[in-house]
């Protein structure tokens, strides 16, 4: 079975700073990796995606995810915050070599950065 | 953003009616997924379909049936509701003609169980 965790509820950082929202997930398969984010009162938001290939990618808004196959980890990154990154992240997997559909989330981290 | 809609897009109910919430999507993409959203359980997967007639069960599966007779529509039907079925109900896509893998989510139906 797949599994995502997001370990921290909450992310607090100032802007300019740096940050990381952390996410490990486990599947018996090839892993198909995903981040989203959720504005207030909106549906989910695609950012990017690891499916094959480099394993640091890039993707909307300056993000980027780094994946680390040895400690089954997805962890998204920004090299410089911005307040308006302020929103509710969640990570995504599914198992690309089953023949499965299902994708499953995370608990979801609420990025909070402070002017 | 994707054509995904839902209706309605707010909905208070009470214990033991039934309820269909609609997906509708304009992308002619293949797949189909019911997920609901809870504080500190993030979104769970209710039922997602790989095709007109083929649905299969989530994480979160009871009490709920679905249902999608064309690839545009998949309907989600809480038979009778409870109140622990309170929440936010999003409806995705994903399998276009070039499959990029990500799903497109709708805007979300908020139900309240009273």
């Known amino acids: 079975a797949q599994s995502v965790a997001q370990p921290e509820d909450q992310v607090n950082v100032a802007e300019g700073n740096p940050l990381t929202v952390k996410c490990t997930y486990s599947?018996?398969?090839?892993?198909?990796l995903f981040w989203y984010v959720q504005y207030p009162n909106r549906g989910l938001q695609f950012l990017l995606k690891?499916?094959?290939?480099?394993?640091l990618v890039k993707g909307s808004y300056g993000f980027e995810a780094e994946f680390n196959k040895s400690q089954t980890s997805f962890h998204l990154k920004k090299p410089s915050a911005l307040v308006s990154d302020s929103a509710l992240y969640f990570c995504?997997?599914?198992?690309?070599?089953?023949?499965?559909?299902?994708?499953?989330f995370g608990t979801g981290t609420r990025l909070k950065v402070l002017a | 953003d994707a054509g995904i809609t839902q209706s309605p897009r707010h909905k208070v109910t009470e214990t033991g009616t039934p309820v269909t919430l609609r997906c509708h999507q304009t992308?002619?993409?293949?797949?189909m997924y019911w997920y609901r959203q809870d504080p500190g359980h993030g979104l769970r997967l209710i039922h997602y379909?790989?095709?007109?007639?083929?649905?299969d069960k989530g994480e979160v599966s009871d009490g709920y049936s679905v249902s999608r007779s064309k690839t545009e529509d998949f309907l989600l039907t809480l038979e009778s509701a409870t109140s622990s079925q309170t929440s936010v109900y999003f409806c995705?896509?994903?399998?276009?003609?070039?499959?990029?893998?990500?799903?497109?989510f709708g805007p979300g139906t908020r139900l309240t169980v009273t």
């Open positions: 992308e002619n993409h293949r797949y």
């Open positions: 690891y499916i094959t290939g480099d394993n």
């Open positions: 995504a997997v599914r198992d690309g070599g089953s023949g499965t559909y299902k994708y499953i």
């Open positions: 599947v018996s398969g090839n892993p198909y």
């Open positions: 379909s790989y095709g007109v007639k083929d649905t």
């Open positions: 995705a896509i994903s399998g276009g003609l070039a499959d990029t893998y990500e799903q497109y």
